[in-house]
């Protein structure tokens, strides 16, 4: 089933997720009743398919989850990262 193909971007195997069709399809249905999928179905090769796309809503919470990752990453990276104490208190030093 295509459904159960990696889903990511096309970089490579290691920027790639496997997602079973028992998590998949709750999470589309979940999404498009949030309004930020829309569905149709449609005949793709002799075979009715539902195709999902991303709606304006979805597009905008798509590109501050975006943000709000790219802040984690360079949080993570900064040039300076903390020290985190040996004693393993929980404290750090700068």
Same mark, same amino acid.
């Not at 005949?43 to 796309?53: M, Q």
């Not at 903390?82 to 700068?94: H, Q, T």
């Given at each position: 089933?295509?459904? $159960?193909? +990696?889903? !990511?971007?096309?970089?490579?195997?290691? /920027? #790639?997720?496997? =997602? *079973?069709?028992?998590?998949?399809?709750?999470?589309? &249905? +979940?999404?498009? @009743?949030g309004?930020?999928?829309? /569905?149709?179905?449609?005949?793709? !090769? !002799? @075979?009715? #398919? #539902?195709?999902?796309? =991303? $709606?304006?809503?979805?597009?905008?919470?798509?590109?501050? %989850?975006?943000?709000?990752?790219?802040?984690? &990453?360079?949080?993570? &990276?900064?040039? &300076?990262p @903390?020290? =985190?104490?040996?004693? *393993?208190? *929980? +404290? %750090?030093? =700068?």
């Open positions: 089933m295509e459904a $159960t193909r +990696s889903v !990511g971007s096309s970089k490579s195997d290691a /920027s #790639r997720y496997r =997602i *079973g069709l028992g998590s998949l399809y709750p999470l589309l &249905h +979940s999404l498009e @009743r309004g930020l999928l829309k /569905s149709a179905l449609k005949n793709v !090769g !002799g @075979r009715k #398919r #539902r195709v999902y796309k =991303i $709606t304006p809503v979805g597009k905008k919470v798509l590109d501050k %989850a975006k943000a709000k990752v790219d802040e984690l &990453h360079h949080e993570l &990276h900064e040039e &300076h @903390r020290k =985190i104490s040996p004693f *393993g208190d *929980g +404290s %750090a030093s =700068i």
